[in-house]
């Protein structure tokens, strides 16, 4: 099932199963996007309201049970990625190291580009080696944006 709403950084598509979050579509891939449900379930409805309260700096870990669709290898980054902590960076080298691929360097990339579910496994806050901010599903001023909204209420 997939829902969207409007949020305070444009149109966010939500798809869970029965159970778990198993999508966050950012305002971009929203806006291709057709075939949303009505009415959203209780699950829908907590992601979204967790979703907000974070977009308005009130909410630093997501509680939400969740399913990324991925490989192992991937499915290890993004648990590496839910480690970052809430207003602090890690560079691709510090997730690759982590998830026990220390020269995997171009493959967490390739899985933090893929992950299924945006800001709530925050691969926004991964950054290049040399601490510039590189790619983003949702674009750099999206990136930077979330990692202000994150500086701005870590204290």
């Known amino acids: 099932m997939l829902f969207v709403r409007e949020t305070s950084i444009g149109p966010i598509a ?3 199963d029965d159970t778990h979050v198993t999508h966050l579509h950012l305002p971009r891939t929203t806006a291709e996007l057709t075939g949303f449900d009505e009415g959203e379930t209780d699950l829908a409805r907590e992601a979204f309201r967790q979703l907000e309260l974070y977009l ?3 909410l630093r870990v997501f509680n939400l049970p969740l399913r990324p669709e991925g490989t192992s290898f991937m499915k290890r980054v993004w ?3 839910l480690e970052v902590p809430y207003g602090k960076t890690a560079s691709y080298k510090d997730i690759a190291i982590a998830a026990g691929s220390p020269k995997a360097v171009r493959a967490v990339g ?3 580009a893929r992950n299924p579910i945006s800001i709530i496994i925050p ?3 991964i950054i290049g080696a040399s601490g510039k901010l590189v790619g983003y599903g949702g674009g750099l001023d999206l990136k930077t944006r979330l990692l202000e909204l994150e500086a ?3 204290g």
Do not use: P, Q, W
Request: glycine share 12%; hydrophobic share 35%.
């Open 123 to 125: 691969c926004h806050r």
């Open 56 to 58: 308005e700096g009130k």
């Open 14 to 16: 939500i798809g869970v």
């Open 110 to 112: 390739m899985a933090n």
């Open 79 to 81: 648990d590496k990625l």
């Open 152 to 154: 701005r209420n870590a």
